[in-house]
């Protein structure tokens, strides 16, 4: 770990919270074994006059952003810092823990197995992330290098390479025994492979969302949470939105709403699907120190056929996995938050198989959601219908880490500048 990166978490202390089964908290009880606790961090404040719970006397904007999560702060920055007249609303105060956003940590990967076409925007994300922490004055990114580990021929080892090779990234090819080697804590079988990444790593959602909302606010948005959309209508060249607090107009709407998307478009038969993900915290057994981030990269396997899991180094609140998609179908609403013993088992059985180290005590289990496009691909665009509003952030669980480039491509959009990148992948369909 680089000492810029621990000098710059002096003033991000981590505290521990005693959590409950809430729909807040989204956490499972630990049975038997005690009060259930996990780590968050300690957020940048963001000033009381960032945060408006009632009806403003200033009602119309260039650009209303409905939902301010990963994507709809982003978009806020970038707008305001155009000096765009931007309105954000969310139906809640993020960053929270009932959507797509939080879970103290994220992976950042370029080697995209997803796709070629993403290698050039997560490139464009890292610089954005980084120049976000020299204005914040928060670390928001720890690079500890990636592996995607499956058979040559799985769609995460084949994809990794594609993308590496197409856009001449750094990487390294490692056999099963080579990555037993390197890095003690993972077991591949041995009819698996690994692309290692050298510039992949951690994002800090929490600190992530705070931040670029308190940007927002710094050049000039004005944030209201709390304050659920209720409808919008197009009236003539310009935009009205209803909240529960009042009416606001402007030129353009941004619908970021992620799970909540659904709800503020019910006219279009949109073909998203919302998905219940699990996300689980364990003690190493022995040798903790093999989990350091010095030691432990970010890591994302394919294995049995078509079923994938994901890991991250113990930063102080365990080892952290989960499955990544095979979830629950569900609706926003509906979700489940509790997690059952039996699915913290079922992922303990993974990690006792490839990770036999990481199968300690039982930390904590805490539930967020996908929202699926039917190929897992973005979704960002006009409405089919009304040019003034534009529709994102349906990003299928692999998001978070292109937020800042998709605010960017957002702001471009709405004041009619041509995006640098290729988009077509993410267009309706």
């Given at each position: ?25 989204s956490v499972a009880t630990n049975r038997g074994r005690g009060p259930l606790t996990r780590w968050r ?246 040798d903790a120190e093999t989990f350091a981030p010095e030691r432990c990269p970010v890591h994302l396997w ?50 006792r198989r490839f990770l036999p180290l990481a199968d300690g005590p039982w930390r904590a289990s805490v ?63």
């Open positions: 770990m680089s000492a810029w990166y621990g000098a710059s978490h002096i003033a991000i202390r981590r505290r521990r919270l005693q959590e409950n089964t809430s729909p807040a908290s961090w300690n957020l940048p404040q963001i000033t009381s006059g960032s945060i408006t719970f009632s009806m403003h006397t200033k009602s119309s904007y260039d650009v209303i952003i409905a939902g301010l999560g990963a994507m709809g702060s982003a978009a806020a920055f970038q707008l305001a810092r155009r000096d765009v007249r931007v309105l954000g609303l969310d139906r809640y105060t993020p960053p929270h823990a009932l959507g797509s956003s939080h879970g103290d940590t994220r992976i950042i990967r370029e080697a995209y197995f997803e796709h070629p076409v993403y290698v050039p925007m997560v490139q464009r994300a890292f610089e954005l992330w980084r120049e976000l922490e020299r204005i914040s004055g928060i670390a928001l990114l720890m690079q500890t290098g990636g592996l995607m580990i499956g058979r040559p021929e799985s769609d995460l080892v084949a994809g990794a390479r594609r993308s590496a090779e197409a856009h001449g990234l750094a990487h390294t090819l490692l056999s099963a025994s080579d990555v037993r080697a390197r890095f003690p804590a993972f077991h591949p079988e041995r009819d698996m492979m690994a692309v290692w990444e050298p510039r992949a790593g951690v994002l800090f959602p929490e600190a992530c969302i705070s931040s670029a909302l308190a940007q927002a606010r710094a050049h000039g948005a004005t944030l209201c949470f709390a304050e659920p959309v209720q409808n919008w209508i197009v009236d003539g060249d310009s935009v009205r939105v209803s909240t529960t607090r009042g009416e606001y107009r402007a030129r353009q709407l941004i619908v970021t709403a992620g799970a909540w998307v659904g709800s503020l478009l019910p006219t279009l038969d949109l073909p998203f699907r919302i998905e219940r993900q699990v996300l689980h915290w364990f003690e190493p057994s022995s394919q294995f049995d056929g078509h079923r994938f899991f994901y890991g991250f180094p113990d930063l102080g609140s365990g080892v952290k996995a989960a499955f990544h998609h095979d979830g629950e179908v569900t609706t926003v609403e509906g979700v489940r938050r509790e997690v059952a013993l039996e699915e913290v088992e079922v992922m303990r059985a993974v990690l539930v967020c959601v996908y929202t699926n496009t039917p190929d897992e691909h973005f979704w960002i665009d006009r409405h089919p219908h009304y040019e003034q509003v534009l529709i994102a952030s349906p990003c299928s669980g692999h998001g978070f880490k292109f937020a800042p480039v998709i605010g960017e491509i957002l702001a471009d959009i709405v004041q009619d500048k041509r995006p640098r990148f290729d988009l077509q992948l993410f267009h309706r369909r």
